[in-house]
């Protein structure tokens, strides 16, 4: 028994936590990283090989991609928290119907967002004022990109499940593998055959096939009730029911991030082609800090998910401080470094452009620094979407952030038109977000104590 448990995943409800959340998050980041650092290599391709208007063509699409696949994306998070309920209360058949329900679910998301990504794409980057001379390469790689969001919707579920049963480290093997497949594509597209912006989105497109396939293999290889079994696929209508309740707020909450981000991304465009390329540099090298962070969030959501299943809340207040520590740490050593090598690491993507590495330390000054205050609001988010409350957090994470950022383009940046006041609205929407996050996290884990004194006591 101990033996198929450490091979199907790591027991997350006994200690000791530091180390096991420690163990469990490196894979996660070292998946997020390496999926940046793929992604990054788009840009640094195109850079290198095709000069900045592709790179502003390819950076131009993330927050647009973001916007329109975040709602989706944010129902692997109440897939995620099911699975862990599940295995934390060891309810196999529970496990076995979020299984067989989250994959057709991510099928049918993925081909609605086909339709919607393929045909509004144009639309939807004309909205943001996309400069004419990047929108042409914009819309091409947003086509491409959605040509293969199935895929991509079921590597993201089928990962979900993996780190939700405890195994971290697999999702991390398959993007390696995936990604190294991902570079080799773009250099044989770009340089091979000439291609551009094309290349690097139909590179991306065939190592998330491959990720995707690697995923649905190993959960078809389980031995519990994770275990894949093509005849099961179905969608248990109670099961979705759940995925919904706790994934929807999720993706409401990443689809309105991405509305603000999408504000200010317009901001940002009305300044130009350089100070876009700028700030699609700083704002890929900011995203190996986030995603470091984000580690730190997931492991939040699994362990609170498996320890509310497995009843042991006593658990729950030493776990999310453990995690708002790590991330705290990270985003501070981290968020700091990429600030202080900011003039080595713009060049990489802008080479020379003086102008442009300008603008995209600005950018930094104010988003790098305070970063850690990002990672502490998001872990608090994630803990209490483990503990199966959805709806508090994605309010406070809408109006403290989302619906700030807002209000601060349209009355603060529109009286003073500067990039400064511009990027100043990310740490300012941070510091009250995470206070209000944190309020929220201390009344939710106090009810929750009481209510398992008051049952202990009957």
Known sequence: MPARAKKNGMDLCTGPFLKKIILYTLPIIATSLLQLLFNAADLVVVGQFRGPNAVSAVGSTGSLI?????????????????????????????????VHTALPAAA??????????????????????????VIDGATIYMQIYFAGII????????????????????????????????????????LGFG?????????????????????????????????????????????????IRVGLPAGIQGTLFAVSNVTIQSSINSFGEVVLSGSTAASNIEGFVYMSMNGFQQSATTFAGQNMGARRYQNLGRIVGLCIGCAAVVGIVLGGGAFLFAEQLLPLYLKTDVQAIGYGITRMRYVCLLYFLCGMM???????????????PMIVAIVGACLLR????????????????LFLSYPVSWVITVCAMLLCFMHLWRKTMKSNTMQNDK
Request: proline share 3%.
């Open 108 to 133: 049918i998301c993925g081909a609605f967002l086909t339709v919607v990504g393929i045909c509004f794409c144009r639309f939807f980057l004309e909205l943001m004022d996309t400069p004419a001379a």
């Open 378 to 392: 998001d872990v608090l988010s994630g803990a209490m979407r483990g503990m199966g409350q959805a709806i508090v």
């Open 66 to 98: 973001n916007l329109i696949v975040g709602l989706f994306m944010g129902l692997s998070i109440g897939v995620g928290v099911c699975v862990a309920q599940a295995v934390g209360a060891r309810d196999h058949a529970r496990m076995s119907r979020a």
């Open 195 to 243: 291609m551009s912006v094309e290349g690097v989105a139909l590179a991306t497109t065939l190592s998330q096939v491959l990720s995707c396939f690697l995923v649905l293999r190993k959960l078809a290889l389980r031995e519990d009730g994770c275990r894949l079994d093509l005849k099961k696929l179905k969608i248990h209508m109670p099961t979705l029911g759940k995925i």
């Open 151 to 190: 895929p991509i919707l079921l590597y993201n579920f089928g990962a979900a499940i993996l780190r939700s049963a405890g195994d971290s480290q697999s999702p991390l093997v398959y993007l390696v593998i995936a990604g190294t497949v991902n570079v080799c594509l773009n250099l044989v597209f770009v």
């Open 406 to 421: 807002v209000v601060w383009v349209m009355t603060i940046f529109k009286a003073i038109p500067t990039l400064h006041c």
